[in-house]
């Protein structure tokens, strides 16, 4: 079978996928699009954060900046938040000339919101809780009607070809898709964990893609826990209670009414309070009381809850942590290059140090323009490919992980972990469980979201040291 040619293959149509594939086309590109499920069906769907960008009057990316290194925990890569809190401002601007249309005030003006870590309101919506489902509608629609882009939907990415070069991809039914250069924006791994806020294709796949073709993981110890995902109501298990109801004055309580934490830090210290509170109280969940917040702000929360038999103005919503993102995943530079010649990466399958042990909440939106628009130019700039590589055959290099696997990572890797637990995951069958245990024994400290309770303090010594594996044993490396 013949390769299908293009100037540029991205292989993923979340909101880091579908942007990039504009920017390229804008450039004057044509772009083959590789997407797994129907266009706007992916998880940045279902985002109910908004987009980070300073843009207040008493707001700056200087301002941005310090709270996302703060968030960080003393591993965000400096050069990295300086560029999305410094270019996040123009890319929401584009955003809106592409027809997405966010939030305004009875006034007329742009609603700024507040969320956990944020030193000032600049967290940008677009109908209140559904700015993924917004963004993903326009997004996809330009896609899908642009004569540039050739969309495969229902399309599998079996592996990437290249020798030495990655120079395009090869899909499971067989075609071959070529170009100068190849993006993965395949999503996160949060579903490796059986207790997720994530979709069940949220296992890593991106990330095993690129290993398979040379490519350097990073960070896989880090996985963020969102504090409030919906525990014990029928159907809605697992559901997301976004950090912006929690920034119009929602607030935590445990078994006995009493608040326990404070609602608006950063992530890692909410989650693990409430993780604390469930075990020293022995209960199941706490509550979240959001009878005060308009539910107007908030129409798909409320509505998804109350089909579920639950009426969140007039009663708690009980709430525990889940796995929702991953700070860690294929080491690439600022123009989102990984090491591997052809190859870039960008969105949650990415790696660039941005986000550090802690992700500063809605840097991650962000983080797919700024990083899509930068990753799309360089790999515009690659050499034309020679000749396709080969495509390596044999079995998927990226397999879902089992039922078994899931429950043993949310057991063993989970909020808080000890090398008895992990040391076990070295020898699960899924390559990706296998890959954070070795990071997450490697890094004998507990620093964000990651917490060894055999290891509960921070080592300075660790402070800007990322854990890299790519063939060998996992190694720290500084980054600039």
């Known amino acids: 079978m013949d390769a299908e040619r293009s100037d540029l293959v991205v292989v993923g149509a979340g909101a880091a996928g579908l942007y990039a594939c504009l920017c390229a086309a804008r450039e004057g590109a044509r772009?083959?699009?590789?997407?797994?499920?129907?266009?706007?069906?992916?998880?940045?769907?279902?985002?109910?954060?908004?987009?980070?960008?300073?843009?207040?009057?008493d707001d700056s990316p200087e301002l941005h900046l310090r709270d996302t290194l703060t968030a960080g925990r003393g591993l965000v890569r400096r050069s990295a938040a300086e560029v999305l809190t410094a270019e996040a401002p123009a890319r929401f601007r584009d955003l809106e000339a592409l027809g997405v249309r966010f939030d305004a005030d009875r006034h007329g003006n742009l609603a700024l919101g507040l969320e956990g870590g944020h030193g000032a309101r600049r967290?940008?919506?677009?109908?209140?809780?559904?700015?993924?489902?917004?963004?993903?509608?326009?997004?996809?629609?330009?896609v899908a009607e642009h004569p540039a882009i050739e969309v495969y939907e229902g399309a599998r990415a079996a592996r990437l070809i290249g020798d030495?070069?990655?120079?395009?991809?090869?899909l499971e039914d067989g075609r071959t898709l070529t170009a100068r250069g190849t993006i993965v924006a395949t999503g996160g791994a949060a579903a490796l964990w059986s207790r997720t806020t994530n979709p069940p294709g949220s296992f890593g796949s991106g990330l095993l893609l690129a290993r398979a073709a040379g490519a350097a993981l990073a960070d896989l110890e880090f996985t963020q826990f969102h504090p409030t995902a919906?525990?014990?109501?029928?159907?809605?298990?697992?559901?997301?209670?976004?950090?912006?109801?929690r920034g119009e004055g929602a607030t935590l309580h445990d078994a006995h009414g009493e608040r326990f934490v404070d609602e608006l830090a950063p992530r890692d210290a909410v989650a693990r309070a409430i993780f604390r509170t469930l075990r020293e109280q022995e209960i199941g969940a706490v509550g979240l009381d959001m009878r005060g917040v308009d539910p107007g702000r908030f129409p798909n929360v409320v509505a998804a809850l109350r089909d579920a038999g639950l009426d969140p103005t007039k009663e708690l919503v009980p709430v525990a942590p889940a796995s929702h993102y991953v700070m860690g995943g294929i080491v690439c530079d600022l123009e989102g290059r990984s090491q591997v010649p052809g190859l870039y990466a960008v969105g949650e399958c990415a790696c660039t140090g941005l986000h550090g042990a802690n992700r500063l909440a809605s840097n991650s939106l962000s983080e797919c323009f700024v990083f899509g628009r930068r990753a799309v130019l360089g790999a515009l700039d690659e050499p034309e490919p020679a000749a396709t590589g080969p495509a390596a055959s044999g079995e998927p290099v990226a397999p879902a992980?089992?039922?078994e696997t899931r429950e043993a990572m949310w057991r063993h890797a989970g909020l808080e972990r000890d090398a008895a637990g992990l040391a076990p995951l070295l020898d699960d069958p899924h390559p990706l469980a296998r890959l954070v245990a070795r990071c997450a024994l490697f890094r004998e400290e507990s620093r964000g979201a990651h917490a060894r309770a055999d290891f509960p303090d921070t080592d300075p010594d660790l402070d800007e040291r990322h854990t890299v594996v790519d063939g060998g044993e996992p190694r720290l490396e500084i980054w600039a």
């Not at 772009?31 to 954060?49: K, M």
């Not at 030495?164 to 090869?170: D, L, P, S």
């Open 401 to 403: 992980p089992s039922r």
């Open 230 to 245: 919906v525990v014990g109501i029928h159907g809605r298990e697992g559901f997301l209670i976004t950090e912006a109801i």
């Open 164 to 170: 030495g070069r990655v120079t395009g991809v090869a």
């Open 31 to 57: 772009v083959a699009l590789v997407s797994a499920r129907p266009l706007a069906e992916t998880a940045s769907y279902w985002a109910q954060g908004g987009l980070a960008a300073a843009l207040a009057v």
């Open 123 to 142: 967290v940008v919506h677009a109908g209140g809780s559904t700015t993924g489902r917004r963004i993903l509608r326009q997004l996809s629609a330009d």
